[in-house]
């Protein structure tokens, strides 16, 4: 099975009558070609949580190469094509072969796992001299304070700020030791935070903060 997606970023100034046909017409597409599958499409939410500068995006299921290689040139696609020129500033298109679907939600599974995963990442050391350090990458600060209390370590004031794309202040990125690492109770955990300037994902009016 081949997973396709396409993403569209309309022009400034693109007329909203003309992105509204295309919104319509582009909903034809698995009714006219039988071989797509679990077609869906929407615009960008409200709050960009990611980089993408994209506002429409729309997926479909192709069963096979050869499928996709009918759907390619397949009239329903290829109709599409008069609809853009008046309103596509920017395409993209990224297909991949499944081989892999998740299991469905089962709440008892998960309440099972999360206490799983609880001992894993607070995993408390039968030596009372000992300490195995938790994983705190992706908590705040604060947060991870907590945790190193619990198993007798300490958060070392040397941190270094992250810069980068990730968006979310406060938020652990790197940490020494290593997640299970066995050490003398009292170490200080080091860690790699992202900084208080990280203001939020761009919305779609502009470059402001989204919170």
Known sequence: MIRHVVMIKFKKDAPQEKIDIFLEEVKKLSHLNREVRDYSHGLCVKTRYHSGDFDFANCCDIDSYEAMDRYMSHWAHLRMTPFLPDILENMISFDWEIDYHGP????????????????RVLRLHDDAGKAWVPEIRGQTRERAKEMLDTVGLSLSSD?????????????????????????????????????????????????????
């Not at 089962?106 to 999360?114: G, H, I, N, R």
């Not at 968006?167 to 860690?191: C, L, S, Y």
């Open 104 to 119: 469905e939600f089962d709440e008892k599974l998960a309440a099972e796992e999360a206490e799983r995963e609880r001992a």
């Open 159 to 211: 941190e270094e700020e992250i810069l980068g794309s990730v968006w979310a202040p406060n938020r652990i990125m790197f940490q020494t030791p290593d997640p299970q690492t066995e050490v003398a109770r009292g170490t200080e955990v080091k860690i790699g935070i992202t900084g208080d300037w990280l203001t939020g994902p761009a919305t779609p009016e502009g470059d402001g903060p989204a919170w």
